[in-house]
Nanobody, 113 residues
Framework: QVQLVQSGGGLVQPGGSLRLSCAAS????????MSWYRRAPGKERELVAR??????NYTDSVRGRFTISRDNAKKTVYLQMNSLKPEDTAVYYC????????WGQGTQVTVSS
C-alpha cells in the first residue's frame, strides 16, 4: 500500500522556522522525484521545491529560505522552512512523481503574529 504521511507544520510567528516531513512507503522512493507543493487560500497550487537525482529546484519566493532534503534510506523527504513570512501560509503537500504520482495528506502552515 502506497502512503505518503506528512508531519510537522503548525502556527509560527513571522521570522520563525518549521520543518515538514513526509515518510513514504509502498514504492521505490529513490526512483522518484519528491516535491513539496502548497496551496494558499484563494490561490492555485504552487510548486515550492523539488528533489531528484542530482538536482534541487526552488520557486523564487522561497529560494534561500527553504531547503528540501531527502533521506533515501529512511524514505523520507523534508522541507526546512526558515525566515517564514505571512505569505507562506498555506496547506503544504508532499508529492512523489515517477512511474506513478502520489500525494501526501497535506499539512497546514500558518505564519502569523
Amino acid at each position: 500500500q502506497v502512503q505518503l504521511v506528512q508531519s510537522g507544520g503548525g502556527l509560527v510567528q513571522p521570522g520563525g522556522s518549521l520543518r515538514l516531513s513526509c515518510a513514504a512507503s509502498g514504492f521505490t522512493f529513490s526512483d522518484y522525484v519528491m516535491s513539496w507543493y502548497r496551496r494558499a487560500p484563494g490561490k492555485e497550487r504552487e510548486l515550492v521545491a523539488r528533489s531528484g537525482l542530482g538536482f534541487k529546484n526552488y520557486t523564487d519566493s522561497v529560494r534561500g529560505r527553504f531547503t528540501i532534503s531527502r533521506d533515501n534510506a529512511k524514505k523520507t523527504v523534508y522541507l526546512q522552512m526558515n525566515s517564514l513570512k505571512p505569505e507562506d501560509t498555506a496547506v503544504y503537500y508532499c508529492n512523489g512523481r515517477g512511474v506513478n504520482d502520489y500525494w501526501g495528506q497535506g499539512t497546514q502552515v500558518t505564519v502569523s503574529s
